[in-house]
């Protein structure tokens, strides 16, 4: 009698394609099915404290993971879709031990050396997908928030970077940090602004 031996699939998502600052991370895990974890769903469900509580649990019990990013130049120069592609390609080749296969929140998949899946609604029906959510969620949230250190003035510990009052108003007031997305429309617009303001002056 043979024993058949689970295969190892890690689901993948992102969180920051919408922002106008700051990287897009990708995270990827493998889950652990002698270690289950409760009340996994999409992060954006979940409240800041229970992401929190859940990101430390999937750490310690998956049996895989790993949270990769693309920065603002990345974004720029790629588009945003294509970066969002390579922070998920990043976080799928850092696993340890590797995954077999891919599931990929949404209908896109990077391009991989594994079989890959695209899931739309991914992260609300499959644990794996919903572990890879909270991960990419919790880690933007921390980067942003040591992004507010240097750029304070915006907000970005609040809001993230994205496009709320708060931030346009800031963003219209002092222009576009480095670490703002040029290529964004309302980016661009500060930017486009504030050049004409500085030309009007000469």
């Not at 049996?63 to 998920?88: C, G, P, Y």
């Not at 609040?158 to 963003?171: E, F, V």
């Amino acid at each position: 009698m043979t024993s058949t031996v689970a295969k190892l699939i890690c689901g993948v998502d992102e969180a920051g394609r919408g922002p106008l600052a700051g990287p897009v991370v990708a995270a990827a895990v493998i889950l652990d099915p002698e270690r289950p974890i409760a009340g996994l769903k999409d992060s954006k469900k979940l409240t800041p404290a229970n992401r929190i509580r859940l990101a430390a649990e999937i750490r310690a019990k998956a049996l895989a993971w790993a949270v990769a990013s693309a920065s603002t130049e990345e974004i720029a120069r790629l588009n945003i879709l294509h970066a969002t592609l390579l922070a998920m390609r990043r976080a799928v080749e850092a696993l340890q031990p590797a995954a077999e296969e891919a599931w990929i929140d949404g209908n896109r998949c990077p391009t991989l050396s594994i079989p890959s899946r695209a899931i739309v609604k991914g992260d609300a029906l499959e644990p794996a997908i919903s572990a890879a959510s909270i991960l990419a969620k919790t880690d933007r949230d921390m980067e942003m928030a040591r992004l507010a250190l240097v750029h304070p003035e915006y907000g970005f510990d609040r809001h993230s970077g994205y496009p709320t009052p708060d931030h346009l108003n800031a963003l219209e007031r002092y222009g576009p940090s480095p670490v703002h997305r040029l290529t964004f429309g309302p980016v661009r617009k500060s930017l486009e602004a504030m050049q004409l303001n500085e030309s009007s002056k000469d």
